[in-house]
T-cell receptor
Framework: DVKVTQSSRYLVKRTGEKVFLECVQDMDHENMFWYRQDPGLGLRLIYFSYDVKMKEKGDIPEGYSVSREKKERFSLILESASTNQTSMYLCASSLNFSYEQYFGPGTRLTVT | QQQVKQSPQSLIVQKGGISIINCAYE??????FPWYQQFPGKGPALLIA?????SEKKEGRFTISFNKSAKQFSLHIMDSQPGDSATYFCAANQAGTALIFGKGTTLSVSS
């Protein structure tokens, strides 16, 4: 059974903190993605990676960075968390851009 | 040109009815059109997908209709059930590029 796991389901952080969201996939997929989901705005792509150490900006990369040191792991970093980064964060992976994306269960991040 | 526009934002359908969700795109280079289904508390999961060499694809009660000339595609859910209540996202891309998602449709099927 394919699996994408995310390190936390719920996270509460204070403004200005550095936040790490971890994602691990066990399918040997090349591509990994980070989205944020907000009511009425759908799924917005933050960053994606198509290979180890390779990354590309998505539609809303400001305030975020990513790291992919190993094929199975893709981390999203909020360098200095702000309240407008309160959101649901979803990680996904796929074998190819035009193949099924498998999503993790999401991390609901609250920044106070 | 990179947007995928999805409508309606929300939909209420009686049990046994037909649910229809529409998406439109501008980029004629798009060649992959999936639909994802998301239940509360879960990540989205692929429901059904189509490529532009066919005009329709059916899997059980779910059908994608694709109109290449109009640059539109739609999801039809026949005999809608309360268990179909979820958020549905359409998406599109061209080879080698990330999927672009619509903003989602929240479907409620009343019993």
């Amino acid at each position: 059974d394919v699996k994408v796991t995310q390190s936390s389901r719920y996270l509460v952080k204070r403004t200005g903190e550095k936040v790490f969201l971890e994602c691990v996939q066990d399918m040997d997929h090349e591509n990994m993605f980070w989205y944020r989901q907000d009511p009425g705005l759908g799924l917005r792509l933050i960053y994606f990676s198509y290979d180890v150490k390779m990354k590309e900006k998505g539609d809303i990369p400001e305030g975020y960075s990513v790291s992919r040191e190993k094929k199975e792991r893709f981390s999203l970093i909020l360098e200095s968390a702000s309240t407008n980064q309160t959101s649901m964060y979803l990680c996904a992976s796929s074998l190819n851009f035009s193949y099924e994306q498998y999503f993790g269960p999401g991390t609901r991040l609250t920044v106070t | 040109q990179q947007q995928v526009k999805q409508s309606p934002q929300s939909l209420i359908v009686q049990k046994g009815g037909i649910s229809i969700i529409n998406c439109a795109y501008e980029n004629t280079a798009f060649d992959y059109f999936p639909w994802y289904q998301q239940f509360p508390g879960k990540g989205p999961a692929l429901l059904i997908a189509i490529r532009p060499d066919v005009s329709e694809k059916k899997e059980g009660r779910f059908t994608i209709s694709f109109n290449k000339s109009a640059k539109q595609f739609s999801l039809h859910i026949m005999d809608s059930q309360p268990g179909d209540s979820a958020t549905y996202f359409c998406a599109a891309n061209q080879a080698g590029t990330a999927l672009i998602f619509g903003k989602g449709t929240t479907l409620s099927v009343s019993s």
